[in-house]
């Protein structure tokens, strides 16, 4: 593909709430003087957190059509109804957890949308490469692209301002309204969070984005066995990895986090979870934690591994409450466990989160993409010109 000339696009995103893209345009004009044998179609979106005329300045050209296009890059939901025929597509399409509902009656919006978009995508003979397939080598390995960090960072600073509102001390600003990582950083430095107890887990990106903001928050961080042992008096947290709170019993996968809830005050979870893994805890145990209070869940699974996200919640509307003995949502209150909840966290810093998620597209994905692929493209394909790739097979299970 070297010597032709490739066209590139980027998707106007669907869903209201996006304002985030998968390059800005100071990285199309790098791409652009980078690689000579491409050209950049931009569809005009009136949400993106960048200008069309910015984009034109950058080199792309603006036009809602892009049948010419060969490559196609969005973020999330794409609109089913436009995707084109026999194109090639870059985007989450969010169906690696899909195989827990096959053979089910479905009713949860979220999965019906899988179902139908991967429904159009054979009928249509689309390639589909799935951003979270992306990963190194062993498959299992790390992903080359994410949003994981700023989930973090904007899922923790949310859930540090629920403590505060939850305890009638005064709020900080939303991110999304001051749009600035850095300010953002001042504003977290100069709170007090008393004697705070966070247990914070997971290993990955979005961990770091919320270590990252504990630390700006001046909470120390202690090791589990100090968490676990000793009194402090300033806010801390501990951070645990999967492997550290998942042991094997008769053969079986169980979660130790029960173990360190006990005295716990703020949860925040962000780690990854597979379907096949065990829930942190179950709702039958809830009523022991007797000093958990807020649950800040960045991995966001409905029904999955934190049993109070019963349901994900918006930018506009981040908290609800649950009632530990019913595990009903309740008005937000200090009674039941106040929950964040927001499925696309990164959205509340679109600029910041899109610059980081485009510098590695054109690092880690791009020249494997128009050049030679060393694999990453390959293993990351679920669906080639319209059908299921031998790693994806399920996924006809799943749409019949």
Known sequence: MKNKIITLAVLREARIDEN??????????????????????????????FKDEDYLKAGAQISDDLRSADIIFGVKEVDISTLIKDKTYL????TSKVRQYIGQVIKDKAIIYKKELLKEVI?????????????????????????????????TYNTLNLYLKLYKKQELPRAFEINNYQQI??????????KLKILLTGSGRASKGAIEMLEHANIKQVSINDYLNKKYDEAIFSNI???????KKDSKD???VKNYLFNTEMLIACHYWDPKSPKLFSPKHINEFKKLKIIGDITCDINGSVPTTIRSTSIAEPYYSIDIDSMKEIELDNKGIAVMAVD????????????????????????????????????????????FCSKFH?????IN
């Open 91 to 94: 985007f989450f399409s969010h």
């Open 241 to 247: 990895s999967v492997r550290e709170h998942i042991e």
């Open 254 to 256: 169980i979660s130790k």
């Open 344 to 387: 696309n966290l990164p959205s509340e810093l679109p600029k910041d989160a899109s610059e980081e998620f485009g510098s590695s597209v054109i690092s880690e994905i791009l020249p494997y993409l128009i050049d030679k692929d060393d694999g990453r493209i390959n293993r990351a394909t679920t669906a080639l010109s319209g059908k």
């Open 185 to 194: 950083k001042k504003l977290i430095s100069k709170q007090n969070f008393n």
């Open 20 to 49: 985030r893209a998968p390059l800005s345009p100071t990285q199309i004009t790098n791409i652009l003087n980078k690689f000579s044998n491409l050209k950049i179609i931009v569809q005009p979106s009136k949400r993106r957190c």
């Open 123 to 155: 009928k249509k003979k689309i390639t589909l490469i799935d951003y979270e397939n992306l990963r190194d080598v062993s498959g299992e390995g790390y992903r080359y692209l994410g949003f994981g960090r700023f989930a973090g960072i904007i899922g």
């Open 394 to 398: 399920y996924l006809n299970d799943f």
